[in-house]
């Protein structure tokens, strides 16, 4: 299984960044930006870390609704939506199911020294990945991830899904030559206007390895 260890995010305690900065690998079908633009969640989301699973699908729901996606009946849903999401130490190895395929599930080591109790590094990730209703073809996977010293899950729901769809529908040129790109890492910087305010994307840049 391919690993690759991506930044996840750039807390203050860990490395004065300014801003919240989240790692995001997305993989496109070359067709995935046109037609409706409708959806329906999978049965199978479950997998979102316990009873979060309702606060993420509501998150990107929401997203979704800003972007001109519209929720509608599985039936007549022109995207079926499988969600995921994980909650590790990062100090634990990242081999699992939903970082197959390079996901950015990973994030660099914390720097050797005492650390206060309550300190340990989690690695919190989300993975949402498009299936074409008609032929069950995986039309876009989008992964994002972030690092901070909370295990709850709870306060990077927002920060998680506006990393992951700050640039979808993904139709990132390659190099002007007008050829979809089928595969792109990039680093994505948020700040909140408020402290109880949505995340805003303020810079994506493409992230280096």
């Known amino acids: 299984m391919k690993t690759i260890l991506l930044l996840a995010a750039c807390a203050a305690a860990l490395s004065g960044c300014a801003g919240t900065q989240i790692a ?24 979102a870390s316990g009873d979060r699973r309702e606060d993420f699908v509501s998150a990107v729901g929401h997203r979704l609704a800003e972007l001109g ?5 599985a039936p007549a849903a022109r995207y079926r939506i499988a969600l995921s999401q994980e909650t590790r130490p990062a100090s634990v190895g990242i081999a699992y199911t ?14 050797p020294g005492f650390e206060w109790p309550g300190a340990t590094p989690y690695l919190h990730s989300l993975t949402l990945r498009f299936f ?6 995986e039309a876009y996977k989008v992964s994002a991830a ?9 306060r990077d729901i927002d920060d998680l899904v ?9 139709d990132d040129r390659d190099g002007g030559t007008g050829d979809l790109a089928a595969t792109s890492d990039w680093k994505v910087t948020l700040n909140k206007p408020q402290a109880d305010g949505a995340p805003r994307v303020t810079g994506i840049a493409p992230l280096k390895h």
């Open 132 to 137: 074409d209703a008609k032929d069950g073809r």
């Open 24 to 47: 995001v690998r997305a993989h496109s079908d070359r067709s995935s930006s046109t037609g409706a633009r409708t959806y329906a969640f999978a049965d199978d989301s479950g997998a």
């Open 162 to 170: 506006a990393g992951a769809l700050a640039r979808f529908p993904f």
């Open 146 to 154: 972030k690092r901070d010293r909370d295990r709850d899950v709870k």
């Open 69 to 73: 996606f519209t929720s509608v009946p």
């Open 98 to 111: 939903d970082c197959a395929d390079g996901a950015p599930c990973g994030a660099p080591s914390v720097a």
